[in-house]
C-alpha cells in the first residue's frame, strides 16, 4: 500500500509476551484453503449482497467447529456443502462460530457456504456515486473493496489475519454496461437474462485475504504486455491518454525489478485500476492493484508522484504478495521494501544521484514527524493497531531508509544476493524480520545484530553534535562527538554509526574511516594542514541522522 501524498514533501489479541518474532501468534484451529466469492449489489440502498464458501483443512482431529471473521453480515444461512446440510452459527461483534454436524479429522476438507448482506458496510465494501462537474461525468458509480489491513471481514467471512494463504475464486454480477477487475485470471463472462453480467475471475496462486479484491464501475481497458505477461491499465472512459504518462513505464520496472531479485515476476497478469475516493495512494491486490484517481492524475503534472506509486505497488508484487509479513508487527517487510524499490528503480533510470535523493527526502520525512509524533515506535512494531494508523512514516520513509543503510553495510552485491535468498526460501509464505536478518548475516558473513537491534527494533534516529578542533602544532583534527537523542525505554542511548569522513585541506582530499559508538566520545585524526571542509557520512549511507557541526 502506498501513502496518500498531501503534498510535495512533508505529509502526512491479547498480549503477553512480545519479542522479535512479533505479535503473539494468532491460534489457527485450520488451514484455509480455497474460498469462493459470489457478489452482487443493490447501488441504490448500498446493499453488498454475498455467497461465500470457505473450504479448509483441519489443523487437529475433532474439529467441530468453524470460526471465522465476519462483522455486519446477515445470514440468509449456513451450509455444509457439498450436502446443503444446514448448519447452527452464532454470531458477535467480530466473529461468526458455525458447529459442524460432526467431527472432522486433519484428513478432511470442511467446505462450509454462507449467504448473507451487509447493509452500507463500514469498511470492507465501497460504495462510489457517480461524480459530475460542468455537466460531465467525471466518473461513474463504483464499487471497490479494501482489504488492509483486517478489511475483509467486513465483506465475506474469513480468517483475516496474514499469517495464512489461500487460493481464491471470484464471480460479480453487475449491469452489462460495467466491467468488474479482480484477482487472477478472467475465466469467462456470462451475460445473464435479466441484463447483468457475470465476471468469473480464479486467482489459483496462494495470497492472505487482505490482498482479495474486486473493483466495479464504468472503464476502458488499455492493454500491454511484458514478456509474455498481459498488462492492464483500467481508467475512465475518454481518459485513455493518461495511460502512458502514468503507466508506460510500468514494464521496464517489471524487468528492473526482475534483474534486481533475480526473479522473474511472479503472476501470470498484472492490472493497475483507478478509483475515486480511495484513502491511500494505492493497494497491491494480487495481479490487481487498486489505485487513487487523484493521485494518478496529479502525478500527470508531477512525474515522480506517479512513478513512485507505481513502483511501489509493482514492488509488492515480490514484497508483499509473493513474501508477506507474518503479523501488522512486521509490516515494515512489505512497505519499507515497496518504499525502498521506489529508489531502486530510480536508481536504474536516473543514476545513483535521484537515487539517494529519494532516500534523503524519505528519511527526512521520517525524522520530521518523529520528532513531534506520540506514537513513536520501532520498525518491528510491538502492539499494532489494525487501523490506518498502522500505515506510518516509520513503516514506509524509515522502512526504506534502513534498507537503504542495510544495503550499504553488506554491500550492493551482497545485498541482492540475499534478497534472492530471502525471496526463493520464503516465497508464497510469510516472514518476520528474522527472516531477512538470516538471510543477509548468511550472505554477508557478518552479525548484524547490532544493526536490527538499534534500527529495527529500537526506535528513533542518532542526533550528533559534532565538534571540530584543529591543532596546528600537532596537525590532528579533534572531533568532540555527542548524541544527544532523548533517551527513553525504546530509543537507544548511542547508536553504533560506522562512517566516513572526507577530509578537504589545502594540500588535497582524504578519507578517514571512524566509528561512533558512545553517547559521548573523542576522535583524533592526523592531517596534513587544517581541514578546509569536512565531510560527514560522504556518501550518504546512514540518511536517518541529525548532524550539527560546531567548527
Known sequence: MKLLKINFFFVFLFISVINIFGQTPRVRTFDAQHYIIRSSFDRKNKIFYGDVTVQVKPLTDNFNKLVLDSVGMKFQSVTLEPTGTTLDYKQTADKVTVILDKSFSQNDLVSVRFKYSSQTPKKGVYFVDEEKADGKVLHSSQVWTQGEAEEARYWFPSYDFPDDKATTEQYITIPNDEVAIANGELLEKTENSDGTTTFHYKMPVVHSVYLTSFVVGKYVKVEGKYKNIPLGYYV????????????????????????????????????????????FGGMENITATTMADTEIMFGLFSPDIAVDLVSHELAHSWFGDLVTTKDWSNLWLNEGF???????????????????????????????????????????RPNPPTDDSLFDTTTYQK????IHTLREEVGTENFWKAINIYLNRHKFDNVVTED??????????????????????KAGFPKLIITQVYNQTKKRLTLNITQSQKIDSITPSAFILPME????????????????????????????SKPVKVIFDKDEKIPLKNLRVIK
Do not use: C
Open 236 to 279: 475512465y472512459p475518454g481518459k485513455e491518454n493518461i495511460v502512458e504518462k502514468a503507466y508506460g513505464k510500468t514494464p521496464d520496472m517489471m524487468r528492473v525489478y526482475e534483474e534486481l531479485t533475480g526473479i522473474d515476476f511472479p503472476y501470470n497478469k498484472y492490472d493497475q485500476t483507478i478509483v475515486a475516493r480511495f484513502n
Open 436 to 457: 531477512l536478518k538470516r538471510a543477509m548475516q548468511e550472505v554477508s558473513g557478518k552479525d548484524l545484530s547490532w544493526f536490527f537491534d538499534q534500527w529495527v527494533y
Open 338 to 380: 515497496a518504499t525502498f524499490m521506489e529508489a531502486a528503480y530510480r536508481e536504474k533510470s536516473n543514476g545513483r544521484a535521484d537515487y539517494l535523493r529519494k532516500v534523503r527526502e524519505d528519511a527526512a520525512q521520517y525524522m520530521a514527524e518523529d520528532s513531534y509524533s506520540n506514537s513513536r515506535h520501532p520498525l518491528m
Open 399 to 402: 522502512g526504506g531508509a534502513v
Open 501 to 528: 569522513l572526507e577530509i578537504q585541506t589545502a594540500k588535497g582530499t582524504k578519507t578517514e574511516k571512524i566509528q561512533i559508538n558512545k553517547r559521548s566520545q573523542t576522535i583524533n585524526l592526523q592531517v596534513d
